[in-house]
């Protein structure tokens, strides 16, 4: 397991009187909302510290040794840009000792989501264009590390600019991503963690495009930090990747016709073609034409450096040096 987020505590344990205690007993002004993947609860450790508190209820009669497996893959999901998970507590029913609730203590995220960083109609100000670089190649780090920093790796996660959220150093961090014991999809193989050995052709099929799925859901959160705007359905997704696709041909003019108004002058051309380049690609129709995450990383860390390099900046957008002879771009067809 690669090494996990910096600065977080140790994953635990916690008794049931901790996070009755934390959330105030449940309290409605606790409340943070309610989703397909359980209420979701705002608290505060005794240390002073603010958590999300997920509760999950459990339909199937299960012990508690039925779901460790899955507890201890959460407790290795640790990375700067994944909201990562605190630990854990088991709520039991007395007569037989099976599992009536868990609740999944996560770090809190406060400074809202991608998309309000980026689109018109939010208090707050929008994001620059070295800043949107930055948060993308947040995204794909944690993309990456979903995939290849544990085994089996998590594939499959449904990504969502909503589920992207920016903690108070406006580093990207995604909320939101497969965990079977979440989803209640704890006996089913072949959604969301890469398993080998199946005699299905269909699953084991599917098994090796599933990274290419989160490929795609990374390309629409790149098509709207380019745009600036929320999309609405997957058909403006392919209308505008086309219509980007025809820009990138163009000229610089058709280009900056396309990107956020906000930022369109502040971005180097060829920092923007790059970043469409990829996003075009992560769209693509067949999953097999898509890029790998290595490749898109890649490319936005080169499209991060040439902007810093036009800035004058020394440094790049994630924080650290890049030299020319790090960067590599791939052949966009």
């Known amino acids: 397991m690669k090494l996990g987020a910096v600065g977080l505590p140790a994953y635990r344990t916690f008794s049931l009187e901790e996070i009755e205690e934390a959330t105030n007993n449940f309290h409605t002004s606790a409340f943070m909302g309610e989703g397909s993947h359980g209420q979701m609860y705002r608290g505060r450790l005794k240390d002073g510290s603010i958590v999300a508190v997920r509760c999950l209820k ?6 508690t040794h039925n779901f460790m497996h899955h507890i201890e893959l959460i407790s290795k999901l640790r990375h700067r840009h994944l909201v990562s998970a605190l630990g854990h507590c088991f709520e039991c029913y007395l007569d ?3 599992v009536s609730r868990i609740f999944l203590v996560f770090e809190y995220i406060p400074n809202g989501t991608l998309r309000s960083w980026i689109s018109e109609g939010h208090s707050r100000p929008r994001l620059t264009w070295t800043q949107r670089i930055a948060a993308a190649i947040g995204v794909a780090k944690g993309i990456q590390f979903l995939h290849t920093g544990i085994v089996p790796g998590v594939y499959s996660n449904n990504l969502k600019i909503t589920d992207i959220l920016l903690d108070q150093n406006l580093v990207a961090k995604i909320s939101s991503y497969y965990l079977p014991l979440i989803t209640d999809d704890m006996g089913k193989v072949g959604r969301g963690i890469s398993r080998s050995g199946s005699k ?4 084991n099929a599917r098994v090796k495009q599933e990274e290419k799925i989160d490929v795609y859901d990374f390309g629409v959160i790149l098509l709207e930090i380019i745009l600036g705007r929320q999309l609405i359905s997957r058909n403006e997704v392919g209308i505008l990747k086309d219509r980007l696709q025809g820009c990138i041909a163009a000229d610089e003019a058709a280009r900056r016709s396309m990107v956020d108004p906000a930022v369109h002058k502040a971005c180097l051309d060829q920092s923007l073609r790059t970043m469409m380049e990829i996003c075009v690609r992560c769209l693509l129709k067949d999953p097999a034409d898509r890029p790998s995450v290595e490749d898109v990383l890649w490319n ?5 450096q040439v902007q810093d390099a036009w800035c004058g900046d020394s440094q790049s957008s994630d924080g650290s040096p890049v030299s020319a002879s790090q960067s590599r771009i791939l052949t966009f067809r």
């Open 96 to 98: 037989d000792s099976s």
């Open 300 to 304: 936005l860390q080169f499209a991060a």
């Open 200 to 203: 299905d052709p269909v699953l």
């Open 58 to 63: 459990i339909k199937k009669s299960r012990s």
